[in-house]
Protein backbone atom coordinates (compact mmCIF):
# COMPACT_ATOMS: atom_id res chain seq x y z
CA UNK A 1 0.00 0.00 0.00
CA UNK A 2 2.72 2.18 1.03
CA UNK A 3 4.88 1.63 -2.16
CA UNK A 4 1.38 2.17 -4.19
CA UNK A 5 0.87 5.78 -2.51
CA UNK A 6 4.49 6.47 -3.49
CA UNK A 7 4.17 6.09 -7.14
CA UNK A 8 1.05 8.27 -7.09
CA UNK A 9 2.98 10.71 -5.03
CA UNK A 10 6.07 10.87 -6.86
CA UNK A 11 4.22 11.60 -10.39
CA UNK A 12 1.99 14.12 -9.24
CA UNK A 13 4.63 15.63 -7.67
CA UNK A 14 6.70 15.61 -10.92
CA UNK A 15 3.95 16.90 -12.55
CA UNK A 16 3.48 19.79 -10.53
CA UNK A 17 7.04 21.04 -10.91
CA UNK A 18 6.32 20.29 -14.80
CA UNK A 19 3.22 22.38 -14.92
CA UNK A 20 4.96 25.15 -13.36
CA UNK A 21 7.85 25.05 -15.57
CA UNK A 22 5.64 25.47 -18.78
CA UNK A 23 2.96 28.71 -16.89
CA UNK A 24 6.53 30.53 -16.82
CA UNK A 25 8.15 29.69 -20.07
CA UNK A 26 5.08 28.78 -22.11
CA UNK A 27 6.54 24.91 -22.70
CA UNK A 28 8.41 22.25 -21.07
CA UNK A 29 5.71 20.54 -18.95
CA UNK A 30 6.03 17.11 -21.24
CA UNK A 31 9.91 17.92 -21.30
CA UNK A 32 10.22 17.59 -17.68
CA UNK A 33 7.59 15.04 -17.30
CA UNK A 34 8.66 12.81 -19.84
CA UNK A 35 12.26 13.02 -19.02
CA UNK A 36 11.30 11.25 -15.19
CA UNK A 37 7.99 9.22 -15.15
CA UNK A 38 9.54 6.73 -17.80
CA UNK A 39 11.42 5.56 -14.71
CA UNK A 40 8.49 5.05 -13.10
CA UNK A 41 6.00 4.12 -15.54
CA UNK A 42 6.38 2.12 -19.50
CA UNK A 43 6.43 5.44 -22.01
CA UNK A 44 2.92 4.30 -22.84
CA UNK A 45 1.38 4.46 -19.05
CA UNK A 46 3.31 7.70 -19.49
CA UNK A 47 2.25 9.63 -22.22
CA UNK A 48 -1.64 8.09 -21.80
CA UNK A 49 -1.57 9.77 -18.00
CA UNK A 50 -0.14 12.78 -19.17
CA UNK A 51 -2.22 13.39 -22.39
CA UNK A 52 -5.39 14.65 -20.83
CA UNK A 53 -3.41 16.53 -18.26
CA UNK A 54 -1.49 18.25 -21.31
CA UNK A 55 -5.35 19.41 -23.21
CA UNK A 56 -6.37 20.76 -19.99
CA UNK A 57 -3.06 22.69 -19.21
CA UNK A 58 -2.84 24.04 -22.61
CA UNK A 59 -6.40 25.23 -23.01
CA UNK A 60 -5.56 27.02 -19.35
CA UNK A 61 -2.70 28.86 -20.54
CA UNK A 62 -3.66 28.95 -23.84
CA UNK A 63 -6.53 31.56 -22.96
CA UNK A 64 -4.50 33.36 -20.31
CA UNK A 65 -2.02 34.34 -23.45
CA UNK A 66 -5.00 35.19 -26.07
CA UNK A 67 -4.07 38.62 -26.38
CA UNK A 68 -0.51 38.02 -27.93
CA UNK A 69 -1.50 35.08 -30.13
CA UNK A 70 -0.19 35.18 -33.91
CA UNK A 71 -2.33 32.89 -36.01
CA UNK A 72 -0.83 33.76 -39.05
CA UNK A 73 2.49 32.68 -37.65
CA UNK A 74 2.02 29.18 -36.49
CA UNK A 75 -0.64 28.55 -39.47
CA UNK A 76 2.00 26.34 -41.22
CA UNK A 77 2.81 24.72 -38.20
CA UNK A 78 -1.07 23.52 -37.36
CA UNK A 79 -1.68 21.95 -41.14
CA UNK A 80 1.14 19.60 -40.61
CA UNK A 81 0.92 18.41 -37.24
CA UNK A 82 -1.85 15.63 -37.94
CA UNK A 83 0.25 14.23 -40.27
CA UNK A 84 3.08 14.21 -37.50
CA UNK A 85 0.43 12.59 -35.30
CA UNK A 86 -0.27 9.82 -36.96
CA UNK A 87 3.44 8.79 -37.34
CA UNK A 88 3.70 8.78 -33.85
CA UNK A 89 1.13 7.14 -32.95
CA UNK A 90 1.95 4.07 -34.84
CA UNK A 91 5.92 4.27 -33.36
CA UNK A 92 3.99 4.72 -30.24
CA UNK A 93 2.24 1.28 -30.05
CA UNK A 94 4.94 -0.83 -32.49
CA UNK A 95 8.11 -0.37 -31.15
CA UNK A 96 9.11 -1.91 -28.38
CA UNK A 97 9.29 0.50 -24.76
CA UNK A 98 13.21 0.04 -25.22
CA UNK A 99 13.35 1.89 -28.19
CA UNK A 100 11.00 5.19 -27.47
CA UNK A 101 12.93 5.23 -23.97
CA UNK A 102 16.13 5.53 -25.72
CA UNK A 103 14.74 7.98 -29.12
CA UNK A 104 13.25 10.11 -25.98
CA UNK A 105 16.79 10.37 -24.14
CA UNK A 106 18.31 11.38 -27.35
CA UNK A 107 15.71 14.24 -28.20
CA UNK A 108 16.16 15.59 -24.96
CA UNK A 109 19.82 15.78 -25.04
CA UNK A 110 20.24 16.88 -28.49
CA UNK A 111 17.40 19.74 -27.45
CA UNK A 112 19.80 20.47 -24.29
CA UNK A 113 22.85 20.66 -26.45
CA UNK A 114 21.89 22.34 -29.43
CA UNK A 115 19.59 25.32 -26.84
CA UNK A 116 22.71 27.44 -26.51
CA UNK A 117 23.76 27.85 -29.82
CA UNK A 118 19.85 28.82 -31.26
CA UNK A 119 19.77 32.09 -29.13
CA UNK A 120 22.03 33.22 -31.58
CA UNK A 121 20.36 31.61 -34.96
CA UNK A 122 17.85 33.44 -36.59
CA UNK A 123 15.46 31.81 -39.25
CA UNK A 124 12.57 33.35 -41.58
CA UNK A 125 9.16 32.64 -41.33
CA UNK A 126 9.13 30.45 -44.01
CA UNK A 127 5.93 27.87 -44.29
CA UNK A 128 8.22 24.98 -44.80
CA UNK A 129 10.54 25.05 -42.12
CA UNK A 130 7.35 25.83 -39.83
CA UNK A 131 5.72 22.79 -41.51
CA UNK A 132 8.26 20.54 -40.73
CA UNK A 133 8.72 21.84 -36.97
CA UNK A 134 4.92 20.91 -37.14
CA UNK A 135 5.18 17.40 -37.91
CA UNK A 136 7.92 16.82 -35.84
CA UNK A 137 6.13 18.50 -33.02
CA UNK A 138 3.29 15.97 -33.99
CA UNK A 139 5.24 13.04 -33.71
CA UNK A 140 7.03 13.97 -30.21
CA UNK A 141 3.81 14.77 -28.85
CA UNK A 142 1.74 11.54 -30.13
CA UNK A 143 4.92 9.22 -30.01
CA UNK A 144 6.91 10.34 -26.41
CA UNK A 145 4.33 12.79 -24.97
CA UNK A 146 6.83 16.02 -25.58
CA UNK A 147 5.95 18.31 -28.66
CA UNK A 148 8.63 20.44 -27.68
CA UNK A 149 12.27 20.11 -29.16
CA UNK A 150 11.80 20.56 -32.60
CA UNK A 151 8.84 23.96 -31.99
CA UNK A 152 11.15 25.25 -29.74
CA UNK A 153 14.32 25.38 -31.71
CA UNK A 154 11.70 26.60 -34.97
CA UNK A 155 10.49 29.27 -32.74
CA UNK A 156 13.61 30.50 -30.66
CA UNK A 157 15.31 30.20 -34.43
CA UNK A 158 12.68 33.27 -35.32
CA UNK A 159 13.37 35.08 -32.26
CA UNK A 160 9.35 36.08 -31.44
CA UNK A 161 9.13 38.55 -28.91
CA UNK A 162 8.51 37.29 -25.35
CA UNK A 163 4.72 37.02 -24.59
CA UNK A 164 4.19 35.62 -28.24
CA UNK A 165 6.39 33.25 -28.29
CA UNK A 166 4.76 31.91 -25.36
CA UNK A 167 1.32 32.38 -26.99
CA UNK A 168 2.49 31.03 -30.09
CA UNK A 169 3.23 27.83 -28.95
CA UNK A 170 1.27 27.08 -26.66
CA UNK A 171 -1.35 27.45 -28.72
CA UNK A 172 0.13 24.98 -30.94
CA UNK A 173 0.66 22.77 -28.04
CA UNK A 174 -2.93 23.06 -27.16
CA UNK A 175 -3.83 21.78 -30.92
CA UNK A 176 -1.03 18.92 -30.58
CA UNK A 177 -2.06 17.73 -27.09
CA UNK A 178 -6.03 17.79 -28.26
CA UNK A 179 -4.97 15.67 -31.28
CA UNK A 180 -3.01 13.31 -29.75
CA UNK A 181 -5.26 12.58 -26.90
CA UNK A 182 -8.31 11.96 -29.98
CA UNK A 183 -5.78 9.39 -31.22
CA UNK A 184 -4.49 8.04 -27.67
CA UNK A 185 -8.38 6.79 -27.16
CA UNK A 186 -8.68 5.42 -30.50
CA UNK A 187 -5.50 3.56 -29.82
CA UNK A 188 -7.11 2.43 -26.14
CA UNK A 189 -3.92 4.22 -24.70
CA UNK A 190 -6.28 6.27 -22.48
CA UNK A 191 -8.26 4.20 -20.78
CA UNK A 192 -9.31 2.89 -17.09
CA UNK A 193 -6.36 2.17 -15.75
CA UNK A 194 -4.70 5.70 -16.88
CA UNK A 195 -7.63 8.27 -16.10
CA UNK A 196 -7.96 7.65 -12.31
CA UNK A 197 -4.17 8.65 -12.49
CA UNK A 198 -4.78 11.43 -15.03
CA UNK A 199 -7.98 12.94 -12.36
CA UNK A 200 -5.65 12.55 -8.73
CA UNK A 201 -2.84 14.33 -10.66
CA UNK A 202 -5.08 17.57 -12.21
CA UNK A 203 -5.01 19.61 -8.70
CA UNK A 204 -1.80 19.86 -8.98
CA UNK A 205 -1.47 20.42 -12.72
CA UNK A 206 -3.89 23.78 -12.07
CA UNK A 207 -1.62 24.89 -9.00
CA UNK A 208 1.73 24.64 -10.54
CA UNK A 209 0.08 25.99 -13.78
CA UNK A 210 -1.59 28.74 -12.18
CA UNK A 211 1.19 29.85 -9.96
CA UNK A 212 4.10 29.62 -12.68
CA UNK A 213 2.00 31.65 -15.33
CA UNK A 214 1.61 34.17 -12.56
CA UNK A 215 5.29 34.02 -12.01
Not at 20 to 32: E, K, S, Y
Not at 35 to 58: D, F, K, N, Y
Not at 99 to 123: C, D
Request: with cysteine; glycine share 10%.
Amino acid sequence: METELLQLIVPMLIISVACMIQGITGFGAGLVSMSLLPLIWTIPQAVGTLSPIGVILTIMLSYKLRAHIQFHKIKAMFIAMPFGIMLGLWLLTHWPNTWMKAILGFILVVYVLSSKRLANTKMSGHPVPAACAGFLGGVFSSAVGAAGPPILIYATALGWERDHFRANIQVFFMGSAISTFIGLISQGLINAETLPVSAICIPGMIIGGLVGNRL
